[in-house]
């Protein structure tokens, strides 16, 4: 894709460059144009070296090609960041006295803007005002977060982390093929207590269930996540519960799955729990050499779900095994789809290196029958939408 990135002048210009090489990463042609105060903060060199690409500031240069409208008509998607008060103001007025106002009009193309300032200056009724006017034609407001700003005080008009950016920004060119489903996904990994301070639990980090989260309300999903000690921070963009044990999985997942177009269980659960806590600490000296653990099964809240699903209501269920061998892997993965009793099964192998806490992730999906719908592999991201293509199919 054909990104234009708009900088404008403020302290957090800086971070436009990880903005900027983020979206290269992802592979898109990424077009600079920056303000004449931009560059007061970020060197022309930079963003060029990180662009891979000529920066654009003049509105007086490449005339004979018509370059004050040429940028914007070639943009699929423009991202300004940091957007300052100044340049919100402008945008919301349909200003064009600079190189960067005139491709914002000349466009088409979706504009997401990331706005950095002070507080004070964020709060102002004229820049609520503005930001008002910029959602009601459609614009992606990303941020701000709230944080340290550039002197001693904090509070909101902080610039939303780069990756962030770059994810909302690319979020608005995924297919809108969602839109009107709830779906409620469950992520991270249960942990059952054994006294005030110790309990059994696993490595999983939430980052593949937030992923999918993340890549549903991409697509237009109002998405609730269930996070079970998640180590992954979540976007004011979904619902988000927070659970601890099994038990609480079970019972937050069973109050929100009727409300569910399509219920997601990316959680690593604990299948026993101890049969009692202990109320204090347990102590070695108490315990002695050997301590004997009585657990007793967890629910299963998959195959619940699937007992009790509504009319049209898609389950998806994931199975997390250590076995190498592809066939046996597959075997494994059609047993658990039967039992378990969900419409697709998100078969990916876990161990002391994979799976657990990653950032890739390689799956194979099965239906009902055991048939591979599909099969991924590269980042939790991109898996996530390989799983909602899949889950798109079914509706079709
Ligand atoms: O969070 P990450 O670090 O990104 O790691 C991702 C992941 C490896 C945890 C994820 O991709 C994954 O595999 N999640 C499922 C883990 C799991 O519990 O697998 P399982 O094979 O033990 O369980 C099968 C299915 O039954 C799962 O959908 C599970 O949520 C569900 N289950 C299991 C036990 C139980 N008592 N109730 C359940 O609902």
């Known amino acids: 894709m054909n990104i234009v990135v708009g900088v404008t002048g403020g302290i957090a210009a800086y971070k436009a460059v990880n903005v900027i090489r983020g979206l290269v990463l992802a592979g898109h042609d990424v077009h600079v144009v920056a303000t004449d105060a931009a560059l007061r903060f970020v060197g022309k060199p930079t963003l060029e070296a990180i662009s891979r690409n000529i920066v654009h500031t003049d509105l007086y240069e490449g005339?004979?090609?018509?370059?004050?409208?040429?940028?914007?008509?070639?943009?699929?998607?423009?991202?300004i960041a940091p957007a300052t008060a100044n340049s919100i103001a402008k945008l919301a007025a349909g200003l064009a006295d600079d190189l960067l106002g005139n491709t914002v009009l000349a466009s088409r193309a979706p504009v997401v803007i990331a706005p950095a300032m002070h507080t004070e200056m964020w709060q102002h009724p004229a820049t609520v005002h503005n930001i008002d006017v910029l959602r009601s034609r459609g614009v992606t407001v990303v941020g701000p977060a709230v944080g340290q700003l550039t002197g001693a005080d904090s509070g909101p008009g902080r610039l939303e982390e780069p990756d962030e950016i770059v994810r909302a920004?690319?979020?608005?060119?995924?297919?809108?093929?969602?839109?009107?489903?709830?779906?409620?996904?469950?992520?991270g990994g249960t942990r059952e207590a054994l006294d005030p301070v110790r309990y059994l639990g696993n490595r999983s980090s939430g980052k593949q269930g937030l992923a999918l989260a993340r890549a549903a309300v991409a697509r237009g999903a109002e998405v609730t996540l269930i996070g079970a000690n998640l180590e992954v921070q979540t976007p004011a963009s979904m619902r988000v519960l927070h659970v601890g044990s099994t038990l609480e999985l079970a019972a937050a997942m069973r109050d929100a799955a009727p409300e569910a177009d399509v219920v997601i269980m990316a959680a690593a659960v604990a299948d026993y729990r101890p049969e009692s806590v202990a109320e204090a600490k347990i102590k070695k000296e108490t315990t002695g050499d050997r301590l004997t653990l009585e657990l007793v099964k967890n629910p299963d809240i998959l195959a619940g779900l699937g007992e009790s699903r509504g009319p049209g209501q898609i389950i998806v269920g994931f199975a997390a095994e250590t076995e190498q061998d592809r066939d046996a892997l597959l075997a494994l993965g059609r047993a658990k789809i039967v039992r378990k009793g969900s419409d697709?099964?998100?078969?990916?192998?876990?161990?002391?290196?994979?799976?657990?806490?990653?950032?890739?992730?390689?799956?194979v999906v099965l239906d009902r029958l055991g048939d591979i719908v599909m099969e991924a592999s590269g980042s939790k991201q991109t898996v996530a939408d390989r799983i909602l293509d899949a889950v798109v199919a079914r509706f079709a």
Request: charged share 20%.
């Open 63 to 79: 005339v004979a090609e018509v370059r004050h409208v040429a940028i914007g008509q070639a943009a699929d998607l423009i991202v």
């Open 169 to 187: 920004a690319l979020a608005v060119l995924e297919p809108k093929d969602l839109v009107g489903r709830r779906i409620l996904v469950s992520a």
């Open 344 to 363: 697709l099964l998100v078969l990916n192998r876990v161990g002391w290196t994979e799976g657990f806490g990653t950032e890739g992730n390689t799956v």
